[in-house]
């Protein structure tokens, strides 16, 4: 069996939403504005890179390596997975939505468009599926085939 990576991307907010997030900056010089100007300036500069920094660090990663599927501190092995099914567009927004399982495992993230589902074949797991936001659903997909056909070849 393998251990190495195949398939590794980290969940980032998209431009726009860090762009939006530095809307703090602003926000927070303006309640230091009254005693100080510069000490607001740096007060807002430091808040809006503290918010960034925060959204940037705290973005899951989702791998498959080792012949598991790994999301955040989440992992399932390959072999208790189905077949990946990608979805983009409108079917990406049903499968986020009304399509979605209850108690399926999602890390579904805003701005990012792909979305991967694969069933959870395990009957001691009560979690249908698996449910991901990728920006590159196709190669996610492929890692996991690929992982399982390891797995496979190897028992």
Do not use: C
Request: glycine content about 10%.
């Amino acid at each position: 069996m393998s251990t190495s990576r195949t398939y590794r991307e980290r969940l980032t907010p998209s431009l726009w939403l860090i762009v939006a997030a530095m809307i703090v900056a602003p926000m927070s010089a303006l309640v230091f504005m009254r005693d100080n100007g510069s000490i607001a300036l740096i007060a807002g500069g430091v808040v809006a890179i503290a918010v960034v920094a925060l959204m940037l660090s705290t973005s899951k990663v989702v791998e498959v390596s080792g012949g598991e599927l790994r999301i955040g501190k989440a992992h399932i092995p390959v072999e208790f997975l189905g077949e990946p099914v990608v979805t983009t567009g409108y079917e990406a927004r049903l499968a986020r939505g009304q399509n979605l399982k209850a108690h399926s495992f999602t890390t579904i993230r805003g701005g990012i468009d792909g979305i991967v589902t694969v069933a959870v074949v395990d009957p001691a797991d009560s979690t249908p599926a698996w449910v991901v936001s990728s920006r590159t659903p196709d190669r996610l997909a492929a890692a996991i085939g690929v992982a399982q056909a390891m797995r496979t070849r190897g028992k």
